[in-house]
């Protein structure tokens, strides 16, 4: 719905706008001097025009709430306490009734950082420092003795981005004074890099904080470990104090596919911000192994045994332990520029197509099936919340973050472009349909296709879609929402925006806890209302609601930035690789520069040296204080060796070594 219709508006409304301007501008319209008549030239006519224009626009906007009160504010639409279901429901999908038209994108921001706001002091008052937050009991519970910092660290950044200073401070006052990764426990290493790390590093993007940075670093060290196995692809989980690592205890030992290959955005920055490049080495060369093993399409099945290699089982799917795999071959490549991973990336996307994408009876929706016994079997309708990531995943990849406009002017666009940017638009569609399809208005955990005529009935209002009672709860999952941020900044249509809206109103209505107390996960979408759990996940603070909130932001510029898997936002770095260090890059161009003194110059922007200098600077002083660090010095020492660094290089590194350290000599 892009704007208001006259039909919309009631009749009274109608009525009074039609007349009311009207013996108002008749008014304004006599000579301004009595008697005497003068002729206006036609420029204060026409600007006469515009100033009466600019008036009416302004009074509408601030009547028509008013005159429009029949049509639910916002306020009402959202927080409807004391609306009946019944009535909540009839206009859940009703952009004219659910706050959709009669709110401007920053008040939908507000309203959801008020949601964020109302999550986050719930767990400041019951849950302060715990890693899990049972809001109806006002329950918590450490992880690991002493915990992790799971809600706290992975809620930094959007704290950040949403401006809460005050929160932010407090939280960083926590993670630095009061969080210890010392801890004799066991961690999931695939979790604990994507939202500790991930959460630890993005902070430091955001705020240029280096106390994020050296956490950070803290944590990388005892994460490395897990990658030593006969094959280097780390163990499922690590004793963070010990080092020891540990295989799963179940599926055999093997880890996850997804796991083991969603550490590298996080660990390559990591090498990229220190200068070290054993992390991103790590990460690398799971990438290595997984490369070797016998794929179909660039399709991998979900289990990999970290002792041999080789995989376990054959079921294949974009759901639950197969995602990441693809969102971060797609993300290596757009991070850090290595065409390896475009190549698997469009590999894998062919075969995604080939083997698993089909459409649905009767109306032809777009969805991802699983395949049990790998590609030779047959696929199913099964489908995961969490395949939702992929639609986004695909428009980011097919223009490269550009938006869709501007990506079909490059040279490199071509028709299979438009067809992937397709393909992720009705796959949004395909999730926003896993909300559409229930009664509360919220999507399942799982949910079927149906690919058979033939086949009998559905739980759902919609004949296309199924949902198992088993499958029917919600975890305040973000994927849908992360797709429909993605589809509205590549292609700017306003529908992804009014889905986006849609969902929130209905998380916001069933997921709140009574009296303040927080957001909880649900136990059926199907019910209503829907009965609730009492857990609040870290990612409903660090993905839902960020996605939510950066939806009626400003276009997000997603040609600089990347979201890991857990939300976190990362710098896109361009071509580098993890061995590529910022001292290698300057002693080549030391010798370098020596042979070639005296060759032609491109004429170079100083701002843009002066900016490059800066960054090269940095990098290289981190550098310095981590190897300070990893020699046994204090943090106070190893500030002082990096601000020496910083120092020494300001006042000798030459333009051309900068230029030359870049690749642009
Ligand atoms: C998040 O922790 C990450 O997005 C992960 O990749 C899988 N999904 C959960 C949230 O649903």
């Given amino acids: 719905m892009s704007s208001f219709s006259m039909q919309g508006i009631p009749a009274r409304y109608r009525t009074r706008r039609d007349s009311e301007p009207k013996s108002w501008y008749a008014k304004k319209e006599r000579p301004f001097y009595g008697g005497v008549p003068r002729i206006r030239p036609k420029f204060y006519r026409r600007r006469r025009f515009f100033v009466l224009l600019g008036f009416f626009i302004i009074v509408a906007y601030f009547v028509l709430p008013y005159f429009g009160h029949k049509t639910p504010t916002a ?24 706050g959709y038209t009669s709110l401007t994108p920053t008040q939908k921001q507000a309203k959801i950082r008020d949601t964020f706001s109302q999550s986050w002091s719930a767990y400041k008052v019951s849950a302060w420092g715990k890693d899990e937050f049972y809001p109806r009991t006002k329950g918590s519970r450490f992880m690991v003795d002493g915990g992790l910092g799971w809600i706290i660290v992975d809620s930094l950044d959007t704290l950040a981005l949403m401006g809460l200073k005050d929160e932010l401070a407090i939280a960083r006052d926590w993670v630095i004074n009061t969080l210890t990764y010392d801890t004799d426990h066991d961690v999931n290493v695939f979790e604990t890099t994507i939202r500790m790390l991930g959460g630890l590093l993005s ?71 220190s200068g070290n490049a054993a992390y991103g080495d790590a990460a ?48 290596q490549w757009l991070m850090f520029g290595d065409e390896t991973y475009e190549q698997e990336w469009d590999t894998a996307l062919a075969g995604i197509k080939h083997y698993l994408v089909r459409q649905t009876e009767p109306n032809k929706l777009s969805f991802v099936g699983e395949l049990p016994d790998g590609v030779d079997g047959l696929l199913t309708g099964k489908m995961d919340h969490l395949v939702c990531f992929l639609p986004g995943t695909i428009a980011l990849a097919t223009t490269r973050g550009k938006t869709a406009s501007r990506a079909r002017h490059e040279a490199w666009w071509t028709r299979s472009h438009d067809e992937n940017l397709a393909l992720a638009e009705e796959l949004t569609r395909s999730c926003f349909e896993m909300y559409n399809a229930t009664v509360s208005g919220l999507a399942p955990e799982i949910a079927y296709f149906r690919m058979d005529p033939a086949h009998p009935g559905t739980t759902t209002d ?157 990098r290289a002083a981190l550098e310095v204080r981590a190897r300070a660090l990893g020699q046994g010095k204090n943090a106070k020492e190893a500030s002082r060796i990096q601000k020496q660094k910083m120092d020494e290089l300001l006042k000798t590194l030459t333009d051309e070594e900068v230029l030359r350290a870049a690749g642009e000599l």
């Fill in 75 to 98: 306020a009402t639409a959202v927080d409807a306490g004391d609306d009946s279901d019944e009535t909540f429901i009839a206009r859940l999908r009703d952009p004219r009734r659910n």
């Fill in 462 to 618: 919609l004949p296309d879609i199924s949902i198992e009672p088993a499958d029917a709860h919600n975890l305040m999952r973000p994927e849908t929402v992360e797709s429909l941020f993605m589809l509205w900044t590549i292609t700017g249509e306003e529908k992804y925006r009014q889905w986006s809206w849609q969902i929130y109103v209905a998380m916001e209505r069933w997921m709140r806890v009574a009296d303040d107390g927080g957001y909880t996960s649900l136990d059926s979408v199907l019910q209503i209302p829907p009965p609730q759990r009492d857990n609040m996940e870290s990612f409903w603070l660090a993905e839902t609601l960020k996605y939510l909130y950066l939806t009626f932001g400003s276009p997000y510029n997603l040609e600089k930035e990347i979201f890991n898997t857990e939300a976190h936002p990362l710098p896109i770095i361009g071509n580098w690789r993890p061995k590529d260090t910022t001292a290698d890059k300057l002693a080549g161009a030391a010798v370098d520069s020596a042979e070639t003194a005296g060759s032609s110059r491109k004429v170079v922007d100083p701002e843009h040296i002066r900016e490059l200098k800066m960054k090269q600077i940095r």
């Fill in 284 to 331: 690398e060369r799971v990438m290595e192994v997984v490369r070797q093993r016998p794929q179909t399409g660039g399709l991998v099945p979900i289990f990999i045994y970290p002792e041999t290699g080789e995989w376990r089982g054959h079921l294949t799917r974009l759901g639950s332990r197969g995602d990441s795999y693809y969102e971060y071959l797609a993300k």
């Fill in 203 to 273: 902070a430091y993007h955001l705020t240029n904080d280096n106390a994020y940075l050296n956490k950070a670093l803290d944590l990388g060290n005892r994460l490395l470990p897990a990658y030593k196995t006969a094959t280097g692809i780390p163990t499922a989980s690590i004793n963070l104090h010990s080092g020891v690592p540990l295989e799963s205890h179940d599926d055999g030992g093997a880890s996850s596919t997804a796991e083991v290959t969603s550490l590298q955005l996080e660990m390559k920055y990591l090498s990229y911000l």
